[in-house]
């Protein structure tokens, strides 16, 4: 079974402080992700990395930092952690099969308070 | 780019009835797609995904879901809900070849179920 673990499922962090999340998987997974939910927006993309040390994009990256050091862990990274970023963040990695229809298995997310 | 539609934010249906839940894609291709449930406080389990072959497509906890490509639909179906399928409902699609197998992901569809 794959396996993805985020390092808290709550907290709760004050404004201007430096946030880390950190997310870690079992599957020898190339690829990572992270993304925060909000009720009524669905799930956007903040950041994924598709190898070691690599890192790109995604639609909602402002804000936002990633760290991608060893293949299993993927960290999210608040530099200086406003109130607009208290949400559900959720991780997940997916392996390149090579026929696609790759689908991504998640961790139990982090619910983030910033005060 | 592709994008994914839900129109139903909420859904109510009695405990025993069928369900359909739906989805439009938009994407130029055919599409890789996927429902994921999220049960509260949990993170996302896939239910089923299709990217080829027959497109009846069955699942786990028995949903099964049908791509209509003239539709560009994949909608969500189950004969008889049970009151543990009350959860929220995620479709998602991607597009074959892209960097790190990214999906897009719909809105949700938040199922509540009636004795």
């Known amino acids: 079974d794959v396996k993805v673990t985020q390092s808290s499922r709550y907290l709760v962090k004050r404004t201007g402080e430096k946030v880390f999340l950190e997310c870690v998987q079992d599957?020898?997974?190339?690829?990572m992700f992270w993304y925060r939910q909000d009720p009524g927006l669905g799930l956007r993309l903040i950041y994924f990395?598709?190898?070691?040390?690599?890192?790109e994009k995604g639609d909602i990256p402002e804000g936002y930092s990633v760290s991608r050091e060893k293949k299993e862990r993927f960290s999210l990274i608040l530099e200086s952690a406003s109130t607009n970023q208290t949400s559900m963040y959720l991780c997940?990695?997916?392996?390149?099969?090579?026929?696609?229809?790759?689908?991504?298995?998640f961790g139990p997310g982090t619910r983030l308070t910033v005060t | 780019a592709q994008s994914v539609t839900q129109p139903d934010i909420h859904i109510t249906v009695s405990e025993g009835a069928s369900l359909e839940l739906r989805c439009n894609y938009s994407y130029g291709a055919t599409p890789y797609l996927f429902w994921y449930v999220q049960s509260p406080g949990q993170g996302l389990q896939l239910l089923l995904k299709y990217f080829s072959g027959d497109t009846l497509v069955q699942g786990i906890k028995g949903f099964e879901a049908e791509f209509k490509r003239s539709q560009s639909s994949f909608n969500l179906r189950k004969p008889s809900v049970h009151w543990s399928d009350a959860a929220e409902y995620f479709c998602a699609v991607g597009a074959p070849g892209n960097a790190g197998n990214m999906l897009t992901f719909g809105g949700g569809t938040r199922l509540m179920v009636k004795p």
């Open positions: 599957m020898d997974h190339e690829n």
């Open positions: 990395s598709y190898d070691v040390k690599m890192k």
């Open positions: 997940a990695s997916s392996a390149n099969l090579g026929t696609g229809g790759n689908e991504q298995y």
